[in-house]
């Protein structure tokens, strides 16, 4: 199984600050039809998960532009570009190359100072 | 726009069954693959079961093969989990998600609690 290693987990971050958080798999994400299936997660208190990026840096309709993801290979990062209050929550990241299972990192915690 | 609802969850004894529904509106899920994605109460987030969107497939979490039964029925628009011999450990809120590989949109969840 692929596992998911996401840092740090706990993230306090000033409003208008920038936010970045890392996921490294344990192998390389790169599918055989040459996409890269790594997906990130919003979780608002008391609310189900929703998808801010797929395929390393996609962005889902409707997300801010300072949500951005980048990153290669079994390297992945979540940025913020400058925190609102909005965003805090957990980030999940997931992995949908090597399946079954489909897996998740152990999510992040970002909290406004 | 796509919206996932599901229900059915509740609080069960151990060794006991539930059937979870997620019912589909905004586009028809026939096209996709299905999941079940749980998570336990202040814990992360645990893939649980998937399905081929024709159903042809299924595929499980080592934890859940041989209790759990994930299911589709296309021409309603829905998607089934049958959980039989319940454990403590199951008790999660219960997501289905619409997708494959590009896993995107989760419906709000339903509670199972397993406690004696």
């Known amino acids: 199984d692929v596992v998911m290693t996401q840092s740090p987990l706990s993230l306090p971050v000033s409003l208008g600050q920038p936010a970045s958080i890392s996921c490294r798999s344990s192998q390389s994400l790169v599918s055989s039809d040459g996409n890269t299936y790594l997906n990130w997660f919003q979780q608002r208190p008391g609310q189900s998960p929703r998808r801010l990026i797929y395929?390393?840096?996609k962005r889902e309709s409707g997300v801010p532009d300072r949500f951005s993801g980048s990153g290669s290979g079994t390297d992945f990062t979540l940025k913020i570009s400058r925190v609102e209050a909005e965003d805090a929550g957990l980030y999940y990241c997931m992995q949908a190359t090597h399946w079954p299972p489909w897996t998740f990192g152990q999510g992040t915690k970002v909290e406004i100072k | 726009q796509v919206q996932l609802v599901e229900s059915g969850g509740g609080v069960v004894q151990p060794g006991r069954s539930l059937r979870l529904s997620c019912a589909a509106s905004?586009?028809?899920?026939?096209?996709?693959?299905m999941h079940w994605i749980r998570q336990a109460p202040g814990k992360g987030l645990e893939w649980v079961a998937a399905?081929?969107?024709?159903?042809?497939?299924?595929y499980y979490v080592d934890s859940v093969k041989g209790r759990f039964t994930i299911s589709r029925d296309n021409s309603e628009n829905m998607l089934f989990l049958q959980m039989n011999n319940l454990r403590v450990e199951d008790s999660a809120v219960y997501f289905c998600?619409?997708?494959?590989?590009?896993?995107?949109?989760w419906g709000q969840g339903t509670l199972v609690t397993v406690s004696s």
């Open positions: 395929q390393v840096s």
């Open positions: 399905i081929w969107y024709d159903g042809s497939n299924q």
């Open positions: 905004g586009l028809s899920i026939n096209n996709y693959g």
């Open positions: 998600a619409k997708g494959w590989n590009d896993v995107g949109s």
